[in-house]
């Protein structure tokens, strides 16, 4: 299984983003997708994460903000980030958990500062 993420960059307070993640390989018809953070000095921190089915799960801190979505044909993963805070600088890797498994893909960098 192989994870490819893209979108991260550069906004602004108050700007947006989009992620996206596509997974290829062996991909298993029951899986979770879902994107983790990992900011400076930090651990990393579960963002949000939805199963094929589309159940969705977010933290605390992104609720209202940010809209995770998936397409089971593409086996895409996206993350919406609208409303960015400083805070929410960090690099995003998004995840694919399978058969008792967990891929990760490589990191994406997203930095939100005036």
């Known amino acids: 299984v192989q994870l490819q993420a893209s979108g991260g960059g550069s906004v602004q307070p108050g700007g947006s983003l989009r992620l996206a993640c596509a997974a290829s390989?062996?991909?298993?018809?029951?899986?979770?997708m879902g994107w983790y953070r990992q900011a400076p000095g930090k651990q990393r921190e579960l963002v949000a994460r939805i199963t094929s089915s589309g159940i969705t799960n977010y933290a605390d801190s992104v609720k209202g903000r940010f809209t995770i979505s998936r397409d089971n044909a593409k086996n895409t993963v996206y993350l919406q980030m609208n409303g960015l805070k400083p805070e929410d600088t960090a690099v995003y890797y998004c995840s694919l958990f399978q058969l008792s498994v967990d891929h990760w893909g490589q990191g994406t960098l997203v930095t939100v500062s005036s």
């Open positions: 390989g062996s991909i298993a018809r029951l899986n979770v």
